[in-house]
């Protein structure tokens, strides 16, 4: 939506302004699915340095992630019966989409930390946690500032922020990796560490997803 400014993009932006409505129900929705997402990777990023009643903790984020479903579900339904849509209806379609493979991943995670029984506190899953919260904050920003584009530059900055979060996850995960098989004698624990620290990279990851459908 921001490196393009055709002949489409401005009748969408004039039927937008006659249609204001429908245009501002899709921005709404982008915005109450990021936050919902922020939301369930702060309780991971407790669930992770804070480790307590796991059940309850992963509960809580699965009550985030299907009021997410019901956002994206709302989102696709509504995508289907609009006629003029305010950005691509491509777009729309890969942004609710990919907001929602983050929630996914971020439910992922938590259901395995509550299966694994993993209450000890491990410093580069929190550093990982940490850098999610981080690139899931921006994307609700990215999301905010969709409503007005005219403010570009702002939002490419955003979306740079979160290619920075998605290659400081990079480096965490090999880091937490290489450290995991250094360090640890218990091959159980290596397991659950490793595909845990390998579902907290990939939630990053579609971050990056995100911030690449807004720079198209």
Request: hydrophobic letters at 40%.
């Amino acid at each position: 939506p921001c490196s393009h400014a055709g002949d489409g993009s401005s009748i969408r932006v004039m039927f937008a302004r006659l249609f204001p409505s429908e245009g501002k129900i899709f921005f709404d929705l982008f915005e109450r699915h990021a936050e919902k997402t922020v939301d369930a990777a702060r309780l991971l990023q407790t669930m992770l340095g804070h480790p307590g009643d796991l059940a309850d903790q992963a509960r809580r984020i699965k009550e985030l992630e299907h009021e997410g479903d019901v956002i994206t579900h709302r989102a696709v339904e509504l995508l289907h019966r609009t006629f003029v849509t305010p950005i691509d209806r491509g777009d729309i379609h890969r942004l609710i989409s990919r907001l929602d493979d983050v929630l996914d991943l971020i439910e992922a995670t938590s259901e395995r930390v509550w299966l694994y029984g993993i209450h000890a506190t491990d410093r580069d899953a929190c550093d990982l946690a940490a850098t999610l919260v981080n690139a899931v904050s921006e994307v609700s920003r990215a999301m905010a500032g969709l409503r007005d584009l005219k403010n570009r530059d702002a939002i490419l900055q955003v979306c740079m922020e979160i290619n920075r979060y998605e290659n400081e996850g990079d480096t965490l995960l090999r880091r937490a990796v290489a450290r995991l098989f250094q360090e640890s004698k218990d091959p159980m624990l290596v397991i659950k560490w490793k595909d845990i620290y390998e579902f907290l990279e990939d939630a990053i990851d579609r971050c990056e997803d995100i911030a690449n459908v807004v720079e198209g």
